[in-house]
């Protein structure tokens, strides 16, 4: 749950009545009121800083982005009678493809599938 309040608030920004600067400010800045919020609102022992926040968040874009490629594949691979259940599960060996990586983030995924840097192009 954590994960995807860091995730959903790096994508949203933070919240009008913090953002007085608005896309002006520097990334120090930013970070800073994602991290605020994420403490707030998150239990993270120790209280996360900016620079925890960015580099998990660039962790899980990686994770995320790679993961949505793969899903696109597997979506122009899908062939007449397969279900959602097949596609995922091409998508999850298109994501480890050689590599005894598995996708871990699939909650996240789920619910920020909708956004325009994660949606499906196909």
Request: net charge positive; with cysteine.
């Amino acid at each position: 749950m954590n994960q995807l309040k860091l995730a959903a608030k790096a994508l949203n920004g933070p919240p009008i009545k913090i953002c007085i600067v608005g896309r002006n400010q520097k990334s120090e800045a930013y970070w800073s009121k994602i991290s605020e919020y994420c403490n707030e609102h998150c239990s993270f022992d120790p209280p996360r800083d900016g620079a925890s926040c960015r580099k998990h968040f660039k962790y899980m874009n990686k994770k995320l982005s790679k993961w949505s490629g793969a899903y696109d594949n597997a979506r122009r691979m899908q062939r007449s009678g397969w279900s959602e259940n097949d596609v995922m599960a091409k998508a999850h060996e298109l994501y480890s493809s050689g590599k005894n990586e598995h996708f871990n983030l699939m909650s996240e995924w789920l619910d920020v599938r909708d956004q325009p840097r994660y949606s499906s192009q196909v």
